[in-house]
């Protein structure tokens, strides 16, 4: 840190859901590939945001970098849920995700029938938009609270990707953050 300041260099640690998953490995994304498919990168390695326990952790470790290390702000990045692209094929199936969807969909687990039903998709990208959008309240009053930064890398395809994956960062913005 002493070497930053002195070549007047802000320090901005990365956090998100993919950078955190050793923390929590129980508790990543989890779906069921065929034999003889690619495996996505994410199955197993990044966090999904449907666990409580996952985005307090996220929440958590941003409180720990900014109170207690001498960075100058943070950056969220892979805040969101796994890439669009495996989403689209694999939704995830960990518990938690299956405890969210049984009370409106009846069933735990996506069907190809569900993901090309919009009503379904709906409430899908509903709930992983409110998981982000309550995780990035709570991780912007703690990074405020310390006076420090808070940017975001936010995915370049808006529509593509960033809705599918929970991340309006058109709202954010509009919200002020």
């Given at each position: 840190m002493a070497s930053a300041k002195k070549y007047n260099i802000?320090?901005?640690?990365i956090l998100g859901f993919g950078k955190i998953a050793a923390l929590a490995p129980q508790w990543t994304y989890r779906?069921?590939?065929?034999?003889?498919?690619?495996?996505?990168?994410s199955v197993g390695r990044s966090l999904c945001a449907s666990w409580q326990q996952n985005r307090d952790t996220l929440v958590n470790a941003v409180a720990e970098l900014v109170d207690g290390y001498a960075v100058d702000g943070l950056q969220l990045d892979f805040f969101r849920y796994t890439n669009m692209?495996?989403?689209?094929?694999?939704?995830?199936?960990?518990?938690?995700?299956?405890?969210r969807r049984e009370p409106w969909l009846g069933?735990?687990?996506?069907?190809?029938?569900?993901?090309?039903?919009?009503?379904?998709?709906?409430?899908?990208?509903?709930?992983?938009?409110?998981?982000?959008?309550?995780?990035?309240?709570?991780?912007?009053?703690?990074v405020r609270e310390s006076g420090k930064q808070l940017s975001l890398a936010a995915r370049a395809r808006y529509y593509k990707d960033a809705l599918y994956e929970g991340q309006d960062w058109a709202r954010f913005v509009q919200e002020g953050f």
């Open positions: 802000a320090v901005h640690p779906a069921t590939i065929p034999e003889g498919e690619e495996v996505p990168f692209d495996f989403l689209a094929k694999y939704p995830c199936e960990c518990q938690a995700c299956g405890d069933h735990r687990n996506l069907t190809r029938e569900d993901l090309a039903a919009p009503g379904v998709m709906y409430k899908e990208l509903r709930q992983r938009h409110q998981n982000i959008y309550q995780t990035l309240v709570r991780v912007h009053r703690v």
